[in-house]
């Protein structure tokens, strides 16, 4: 055969000495034929370096061996890392991950739902930014697994233990001496801010400090954002505060660069933690106390869950909470 041809099934068919519909069903796993007979067939495959049309497959068998993933930002360290463990996962099993980033927008969430379920996917993983999840048709028998947030009407869930990393992060603290802590959080307040911070406002309570909320402020989650509010707060009000606990590494850097550069000494006069264990918290200085998540397990326990349901497998278990722990490093 020509070099530069695309091998088609007939090709195939006829180098192997078999009918088409033999070639159709040893890849469809069909049956009704001899061991014998599928082992010839998928050697000639090989050795064509034949490529079966998965749309037409997916016609056949009503499957398409992918499964969409929806992720509010793709450039974010702790979304990419559930991506890639999820694509190890899921390529190991040999469906294929469509990944769409919504931006935080709820408007592109929905469409890229109703473009994944026109692309015929077999399940959806979902991170959403919304709170409340609305009934979309098109995906009304589709298999869906939220993981990370917690929106209303989510069905099957796989979270971490974000109340608990609130609770150690406010724990830590106090331990090291803090009385004011600042709590900077992710102004949408989505299900995994309210979490953190009910965690840390419980460790608060445990040790006779009540919760202040001139102690609170938010913005969105990014570097430049939270300079922005550390350099205001510092010019109005000063450093009436001992510690400050961030909802992600990316502000706790900021917050540390802000406090350095106008001459206030961290962890001496003023204690940090941020959330997510990302990259730079290692190689900040002084390197950040973090609350680590578990991406790799919430990877595995998403991907074995959509397929359990996609197999039409019941699931027993519908929310699943994956632990969290504090990792102590030089800003405490």
Known sequence: MESNKRVSIIDVAKKA?????????????????????????RKTIEECGFTPNVNAIGL???????IGVIVPDITNEFFARIIRELDTFLLSRRYSLLVCNSNEDYMLENMHIKGLAEKHVDGIIYISGQNEIKEISEIKNLPIVYIDRAPKNAEVLILSDNETGGYLAGR???????????????IRYASTIRSRKEGFIRALGENGISFSEELEMSCFPEYEETRGVMERLLREK??????IFTTNDMMALACINVLMENRIKVPDQVR?????????????????????????????????????????????????????????????
Do not use: W
């Not at 040893?26 to 067939?41: A, D, F, H, M």
């Open 17 to 41: 000495g078999v009918s088409i519909a033999t070639v159709s069903r040893v890849i469809n796993q069909n049956g009704g034929y001899s061991k014998e007979t599928e082992e010839r067939v």
């Open 60 to 66: 056949r068998t009503n499957r398409s061996n992918s």
């Open 172 to 186: 830590e603290l106090i331990a090291k001496g803090c009385t004011k802590i600042l709590f900077l959080r992710d």
């Open 238 to 243: 000063g450093c009436f505060f001992d510690g």
């Open 272 to 332: 940090v933690v941020g959330f997510d264990n990302i990259s730079l918290s290692q190689f900040a200085n002084p390197q950040i106390t973090t609350i680590a998540q578990d991406t790799k397990e919430l990877a595995l326990h998403a991907g074995e869950t959509i397929l359990k349901m996609i197999e039409g497998k019941e699931i027993r278990k519908k929310k699943t909470i994956i632990p969290v722990r504090l990792i102590a490093r030089g800003t405490t």
